[in-house]
T-cell receptor
Framework: DADVTQTPRNRITKTGKRIMLECSQTKGHDRMYWYRQDPGLGLRLIYYSFDVKDINKGEISDGYSVSRQAQAKFSLSLESAIPNQTALYFC??????????FGSGTRLTVV | AQTVTQSQPEMSVQEAETVTLSCTYDTSESNYYLFWYKQPPSRQMILVIRQEAYKQQNATENRFSVNFQKAAKSFSLKISDSQLGDTAMYFCAFMPYQGAQKLVFGQGTRLTINP
């Protein structure tokens, strides 16, 4: 099994719909992150969390919310999806010393 | 705030050639890490190489090596004896040693290795 698992792998949704992207990890790391990848922009940080009571906004948090249900689970929600949220989304963990472990990504298309 | 710039959106070389991908960054931090990630069509983010800023010696991993110039804030990746499997998007990234350790990525360079 993958160390960081994201579901779904691909998703097409309609404008205005609420959607949740899920992430779970078996690494035992406290730190979890959500990034968004767009062509020509690289990956940008949406939200990050250091434990279930510690949630922090990244550089592009508008239109998104997150929930850290347990140390191993960190979900990203789009309350009302819009087309410019079409992107590849990555969840990642960080062990502070050796760096990040990424999930395999969720490709989201908002039509 | 830190920034990372990759000035080459696309590159293309022949198999077995050597190719160098450029990356510059801007930071006021004194201790940090720099990374190169590879993203093949499978879209998985794969760590290629890691450099700690306090180490003067350039990191090397098999055919991959970096030229780390701390004063110039430059961190280029050299791929020797390139292979078809090296075809991918490559991202340069910066991470502060302390604090939230948020990764800051460059825009990416799409590398194509031609047979």
């Amino acid at each position: 099994d993958a160390d960081v698992t994201q579901t779904p792998r691909n998703r097409i949704t309609k404008t205005g719909k609420r959607i949740m992207l899920e992430c779970s990890q078996t690494k035992g790391h406290d730190r979890m992150y959500w990034y968004r990848q767009d062509p020509g922009l690289g990956l940008r940080l949406i939200y990050y969390s250091f434990d279930v009571k510690d949630i922090n906004k990244g550089e592009i948090s508008d239109g998104y919310s997150v929930s850290r249900q347990a140390q191993a689970k960190f979900s990203l929600s789009l309350e009302s999806a819009i087309p410019n949220q079409t992107a590849l989304y990555f969840c990642a963990t960080n062990d502070r010393l050796y760096g990040y472990t990424f999930g395999s990504g969720t490709r989201l298309t908002v039509v | 705030a830190q920034t990372v710039t990759q000035s080459q959106p696309e590159m293309s070389v022949q198999e077995a050639e050597t190719v160098t991908l450029s990356c510059t960054y801007d930071t006021s931090e004194s201790n940090y890490y720099l990374f190169w990630y590879k993203q093949p069509p499978s879209r998985q983010m794969i760590l290629v190489i890691r450099q700690e800023a306090y180490k003067q010696q350039n990191a090397t991993e098999n055919r991959f090596s970096v030229n780390f110039q701390k004063a110039a804030k430059s961190f280029s990746l050299k791929i020797s004896d390139s292979q078809l499997g090296d075809t991918a998007m490559y991202f340069c990234a910066f991470m502060p040693y302390q604090g939230a350790q948020k990764l800051v990525f460059g825009q990416g360079t799409r590398l194509t290795i031609n047979p």
